[in-house]
């Protein structure tokens, strides 16, 4: 499906940046569910994420499908209620994902850091070489 | 465009990752040019990103769009040279942005460390609350 080369040498194409996690819903859901380790009923994931009910079951769908979430049916109170919770293999992607995040992170606030203490970017001149 | 509910209590609807720039092949070309202030050739953010032609110029559009990068002519050794740099308006919206990612970076290390400090998930019971 992508249709992106894979560089040798190509220190900013983050491939650790899983598309299936990074999207900003699923990347909402995602942290949810791990801050939530017992699941979360659909109407407690719709607030904490501010999704519609169209957004949520789309991407909790996709979600299922890449086996990284499950819909667990319990009982509370004598009450059906159905859940959703981070699956195992999940929790260990979005962990993997995690990884490559904090990369984007530290490679954008090293540059951030090194502009402000040289004063402008305005004030850099480009070298002749 | 956007079909999200914006919540009041929505601690992980991550509204500040600002769709445009959150794109993984857009995030890398920003990554790239905010560490090279002096713009890069188009084959240059190619290869650091490894992206097709394609890519490239589908994304770099979008951002052109956004005023967030410029594509400027200049003459290197006498030779005409098109770089692509990054806007003041594209650094700074850049740099909200990444607070935004540092954000979700916290919220997830958090949780994983008290996860781990308290063993496996799945020693963690539903309580009866």
Same mark, same amino acid.
């Given at each position: 499906?992508?249709?992106?080369?894979?560089?040798?040498?190509?220190?900013?194409?983050?491939?650790?940046?899983?598309?299936?996690?990074?999207?900003?819903?699923?990347?909402s859901?995602?942290? $949810?569910?791990?801050?939530?380790?017992?699941?979360?009923?659909?109407?407690?994931?719709? /607030?904490?994420?501010?999704?519609?009910?169209?957004?949520?079951?789309?991407?909790?769908h996709?979600?299922?499908e890449?086996q990284?979430?499950?819909?667990?049916?319990?009982?509370?109170?004598?009450?059906?209620?159905?859940?959703?919770?981070?699956?195992?293999?999940?929790?260990?992607?979005?962990?993997?994902?995690?990884?490559?995040?904090?990369?984007v992170? /530290?490679?954008?606030a090293?540059v951030?850091? /090194? /502009?402000? $203490? !040289?004063?402008?970017?305005? !004030?850099l001149k480009?070298?002749?070489?």
């Amino acid at each position: 499906m992508s249709s992106e080369v894979t560089g040798g040498n190509a220190p900013f194409a983050y491939e650790g940046l899983d598309r299936v996690i990074h999207e900003r819903a699923r990347l909402s859901l995602l942290t $949810s569910l791990m801050t939530h380790p017992k699941g979360l009923s659909f109407g407690d994931l719709k /607030q904490l994420c501010a999704l519609t009910d169209g957004n949520l079951n789309r991407h909790l769908h996709v979600l299922e499908e890449e086996q990284m979430v499950e819909i667990v049916k319990k009982t509370e109170r004598n009450r059906p209620l159905t859940v959703c919770r981070l699956t195992e293999a999940g929790r260990q992607r979005y962990i993997e994902y995690l990884a490559a995040l904090e990369e984007v992170v /530290q490679d954008a606030a090293r540059v951030i850091k /090194q /502009q402000r $203490s !040289s004063g402008s970017l305005r !004030s850099l001149k480009p070298s002749s070489a």
